[in-house]
């Protein structure tokens, strides 16, 4: 549910001077045959900031400056535009820098755009950006920062064109700007005169770049913003209509797969019968890329069956050797030593590990690539595409500007499309073929060779003493975290100007700008050490909060149990984050915290603020063994949650119905980690081969009963959401199972000490397509 309290004021006329809470953004018209407005992109962001900067002392790094303000940063000297463009058929378009995997980001910036336009929103169309090199740092998709780094500047872009077309109109009429009114892409003149914005557009146009200004509406008049949005695709989803990357086609991009070796990063050293498998019905071309070797048919079937027809000797991978147990040795080996002396206070000790996790994306990896000697043409779901085409260049021998990206829509991927990959391994295998080629990935190259969430032990400490905890101490461990994706370069270029000290390595600074205890806990660090392990890492979404947060919130709650206070009041007590102390406030009272439940039946909560956000999660969970025990065919089950409240704070919600849904994605990645989902990795690659051996949550392992709540604004300005959910949710899954068991977990997923599943055989690497769908269907 969200809040609202407006009183819309349509038709609209603006002519009042802006107040001194209403911001202003440099804008431009642009040299177009129609009218197109653009906004400098990146250094407005930071208007502001010391505001947003007003928290009690002593402040951690990340209640300063975060890590979207790092990102905002980075942006901040580059002088590219982003452009809202009115077209001669009334519409208005607008090609956004950033990535479409399902979180609605494309809903989002077409709700913008309506607002201040005053135009319906079907009318409004948003389309990907290819990669723009010249927007250098402005093209990335991450951190949850698309809502806070494109709301004002997108906003005044479309303002602008709508001052710009009544500015047209007045002129043509011998009137007064200010006598003019908008609704629905039409201007009026009291009941004398009319034109539509598209009978506008070309006489708007500007036939050189100028600056220009327009006030935003204000809260109040809003109509389309913060009112809850059915997604502008939704209608083609639900009826197949969508295009995601593998419905892209290419002339001539004919599917292509790879044969890939039996352990992490392993190598070609001899392909014994290539000739043969050429031969193969349907089979275009066999060629030996960096880690497997590729074949080329006329169907994805063709593709499967020479692949698996391969006779390939194969050299060493990166991880070779490494086990779950390996890693863990060498994580523990590595964490930083506790530096508070208990002194005469008492202390807390806790470990907690966390396997690895699957980092796959929903839609199968898949690219396009057209190499030619002297360009290439690359189409797939991209979050840093100037990255992609810089270093897919550089490989390929070519220019940078000699490479076209362009950015497709595609599954969700959870941080996946961060790597480029798989569109670099396709960019190789058409470079080697001399032909295009429509490359997919299987979902055993996905689970065995993709991405994962690093393995990781995060230790706490806390000393308590006469009512309060004097200090609190958490070390995180983990196996390396690769950010070579872009985040990196951002810190690069900004590190003189970040709140960190010390010659800190890219995780450690990502680290100290997403994690901070909201707790009044006297002494508090929070540091990270990494062991440096050739996995494929990646920064799965969240990144280090979900495990940071879960050891946090079960260590509060063993607090509270030592101090001899209830959970909440514990929290309330000794929170210094006014935000979390009212959606806490929200979900205890909407979630009818402390009820009865019969034995093995618990509540538990956890809360957690990031990306300027605020969320408070609280769950019930069912740890009975006739629960813990239910039998369901290929599933591992163990306890269900039954309930679940969550209760968001998010700044201004552009759109709570986008907002809910980004919280209940949240919550199931959340039960996935702390109950069901991992990887176990052995003799250097993971056993799980596909989605029906990851045991990601399923329809039978959500909550029957799950409820949003939506707080009022607090902010004019929205916060990062689109990963804000999993760590409360993770935590307050945790805290339930402890008290309905009575035991503090240590180790995640609850189930990882199960191997529910037969392993798919290591060689060939993808299995045979299934026959049995029909008979497997529930």
């Not at 194969?314 to 070779?320: I, N, S």
């Not at 000699?402 to 990959?421: C, I, M, N, Q």
């Not at 001899?564 to 205890?588: H, T």
Request: proline share 7%; aromatic share 6%; with cysteine.
């Amino acid at each position: 549910m969200a809040e609202r309290n407006r009183s819309p004021q349509h038709p609209r006329s603006r002519s009042a001077p802006e107040g001194p809470d209403r911001r202003r953004v440099l804008a431009y018209l642009l040299a177009a045959p129609t009218l197109a407005v653009g906004v400098r992109f990146g250094a407005d962001a930071l208007d502001g900031q010391e505001a947003e900067a007003a928290v009690p002392s002593p402040p951690q790094p990340e209640d300063l400056f975060d890590l979207g303000d790092l990102q905002n940063l980075a942006a901040a000297p580059t002088s590219g535009l982003i452009t809202v463009q009115v077209h001669t058929d009334g519409t208005a378009s607008f090609a956004v820098p950033r990535a479409e995997v399902g979180q609605g980001m494309t809903t989002a910036i077409a709700m913008m755009i309506a607002e201040e336009l005053d135009l319906p929103l079907n009318m409004v169309r948003v389309a990907l950006a290819d990669a723009r090199p010249e927007l250098m740092m402005n093209q990335l998709t991450g951190g949850s920062n698309s809502m806070r780094s494109m709301y004002l500047p997108v906003r005044t872009a479309a303002a602008v064109a709508r001052q710009r077309l009544i500015s047209t109109a007045a002129s043509r009429w011998g009137v007064e700007s200010a006598e003019l009114t908008t609704e629905d892409g039409v201007i009026r003149y009291g009941s004398t005169h009319s034109a539509t914005y598209g009978s506008l557009a070309e006489a708007a146009a500007s036939t050189k770049a100028l600056p220009a200004a327009a006030p935003l509406k204000s809260p109040d008049e809003f109509t389309v913003l913060g009112r809850p949005q059915n997604r502008i695709d939704a209608l083609d989803i639900v009826t197949g209509r969508k295009k995601f990357g593998m419905d892209h086609q290419v002339p001539d991009a004919k599917p292509t797969m790879v044969r890939r070796p039996p352990t992490i990063n392993g190598t070609v050293e001899i392909v014994h019968n290539a000739d043969v498998v050429a031969r193969m019905p349907g089979i275009t071309d066999v060629a030996a890329v960096e880690h497997g070797v590729a074949v080329r048919g006329e169907t994805f079937g063709q593709c499967i069956d020479a692949l698996r027809a391969l006779e390939v000797t194969w050299g060493p991978g990166t991880v070779d050797g490494e086990s779950d147990d390996t890693v863990l040795r060498k994580i523990k080996a590595a964490a930083l030593p506790m530096i508070v002396p208990p002194l005469l206070a008492k202390k807390l000790d806790a470990e907690f590990t966390f396997a690895f996790a699957s980092n796959s994306p929903l839609e199968p990896d898949n690219a396009i690539a057209d190499v030619r000697a002297d360009r290439a043409e690359i189409w797939a779901s991209l979050k840093v595409p100037i990255v992609a085409q810089r270093e897919i260049a550089t490989r390929l021998g070519l220019p940078q500007r000699a490479v076209t990206v362009h950015v497709v829509e595609g599954g969700g991927s959870f941080g996946r499309h961060l790597f480029h990959d798989v569109a670099a391994e396709a960019a190789e295998i058409s470079q080697k073929m001399g032909k295009p080629v429509k490359l997919s990935w299987s979902r055993t190259d996905n689970f065995r060779q993709g991405r994962t969430h690093p393995m990781c032990v995060s230790r706490v400490r806390a000393t308590y003493a006469l009512g309060n905890v004097l200090s609190y101490e958490q070390r995180h461990t983990s196996s390396q975290t690769d950010f070579g994706h872009g985040l990196g370069e951002m810190i690069t270029s900004t590190a003189a100007k970040l709140p960190v000290a010390g010659n800190l390595t890219f995780a450690e600074t990502i680290f100290e700008l997403t994690q901070s205890s909201p707790y009044n806990f006297g002494v508090t660090t929070q540091l990270l050490n990494e062991v440096p392990l050739k996995f494929n890492t990646g920064s799965m979404r969240n990144i280090y909060s979900p495990n940071v947060a879960c050891a946090r919130e079960l260590v509060v709650d063993q607090l509270a149990t030592k101090m001899g206070k209830d959970p909440v009041e514990f929290r309330r007590e000794f929170l210094r984050d006014e935000r979390l102390r009212a959606v806490l406030d929200k979900a205890v009272d909407e979630g009818d915290w402390g009820r009865s439940l019969p034995p093995g039946v618990a509540q538990g909560i956890g809360l957690h603020s990031e990306y300027r956000g605020a969320v408070a999660t609280l769950v019930e969970i069912d740890c009975r063994p006739e629960t813990v025990g239910r039998k369901i065919r290929d599933a591992v089950t163990g306890p269900r949650v039954t309930r679940a409240l969550m209760v968001v704070d998010a700044g201004f919600a552009i759109n709570p119905r986008g907002l809910e849904a980004q919280m209940m994605g949240g919550l199931n990645d959340a039960l996935a980690m702390a109950l069901t989902s991992s990887l176990h990795i052995k003799d250097g690659i993971p056993l799980e081969g596909s989605w029906d051996n990851y045991f990601y949550t399923r329809q039978w392992n959500t909550p029957p009963e799950l409820r949003i709540v939506v707080m009022p604004s607090t902010s004019d300005k929205p916060s990062g959401a689109g990963e804000l959910g999993v760590a409360p949710a993770f935590a307050a899954i945790a805290c339930a199972y402890a008290r309905a068991t009575g035991t503090m977990p240590k180790s995640f997923p609850i189930n990882h000490g199960v191997l529910g599943f037969e392993p798919l055989p290591l060689e060939p690497s993808t299995p045979q397509s299934p026959t049995d769908g029909l008979d497997r269907a529930y």
